[in-house]
């Protein structure tokens, strides 16, 4: 496996930390590491509201990236709770999408860290409303 998702993977352990925040808020029983085309790993956890505001690992990663003035990705990692479904959920394939329109399908997505099966954003959002091939 290429030592850039190890890096990625760790980063994403280091921040996977299931807590309760109050009765109504959870948070990180996902994370997730995005590395920039920088080289730079950012990582963000999933944020659970009752009423729906929360976020995802993956966007909240991609979020920190953004806050941090970088805006393409290149790999993504999420540990998920169930080992082997890393697959980034509709809202967050979208704004990958957005964020790159005539360059996502060449984003990096790492379904199974134990395994090292990785495949593209294109592989599993071939036809998107935004695509411009």
């Known amino acids: ?37 920088s080289g730079r790993i950012y990582t963000g956890v999933c944020i659970d509201t009752c009423s729906t505001l929360g976020i995802c690992a993956e966007r909240n ?22 080992e082997g479904k890393g697959a ?15 360059s996502y399908k060449d984003i990096e997505i790492m379904l199974d860290y134990r395994t090292g099966k990785t495949i593209t954003l294109g592989e599993i959002t071939p036809e998107w409303w935004i695509d411009y091939d």
């Open 1 to 37: 496996m290429d030592k850039i998702w190890e890096e990625m993977h760790a980063a994403a352990e280091a921040v996977l930390n299931a807590r309760q925040i109050s009765e109504f808020v959870s948070a990180g029983e996902v994370s997730a590491a995005v590395l920039s085309k």
């Open 88 to 102: 980034p959920c509709g809202a967050c394939r979208e704004l990958m999408v957005q964020l790159m329109p005539t």
């Open 61 to 82: 990663a991609i979020f920190n990236m953004i806050t941090n003035g970088e805006y393409e990705i290149a790999r993504v990692l999420c540990i998920a709770p169930i």
